[in-house]
Nanobody, 118 residues
Framework: QVQLVESGGGLVQAGGSLRLSCTAS????????MGWFRQAPGKEREFVASIRWYTGRTYYADSVKGRFTISRDNAKNTLYLQMNNLKPEDTAVYSC???????????WGQGTQVTVSS
């Protein structure tokens, strides 16, 4: 069992930046991938970004390309999401997730609120 805990959310003005963190309760060296997802009020949860843990290859939603950067620190069992040039439409609850073997995201964090004011 893995527990994921996010932090770093908050209120920021449009054009500002935030850095989200997601710390896993166990070592992540044999994890297949981790990702960030978000859900805005009244909308479906959507994919934001993911990273293959071993290779470091990254994937992004078109809506965040060039503004968000996903990264990980194996030694700290931590996943990050650097968010720059934030827009009001980025407002959502952001959750991290872990895919242990390539079969899907089995573990999810509670989420952290990101609010971008115009």
């Amino acid at each position: 069992q893995v527990q994921l805990v996010e932090s770093g959310g908050g209120l920021v003005q449009a054009g500002g930046s935030l850095r989200l963190s997601c710390t896993a309760s166990r070592r992540t060296f044999n994890t297949y991938a981790m990702g960030w997802f978000r859900q805005a009020p009244g909308k479906e949860r959507e994919f934001v970004a993911s990273i293959r843990w071993y290779t470091g290859r990254t994937y992004y939603a078109d809506s965040v390309k060039g503004r968000f950067t996903i990264s990980r620190d194996n030694a700290k069992n931590t996943l990050y999401l650097q968010m720059n040039n934030l827009k009001p439409e980025d407002t959502a609850v952001y959750s991290c997730a872990l895919d242990p073997k390539g079969g899907g995201y089995d573990y999810w964090g509670q989420g952290t609120q990101v609010t971008v004011s115009s």
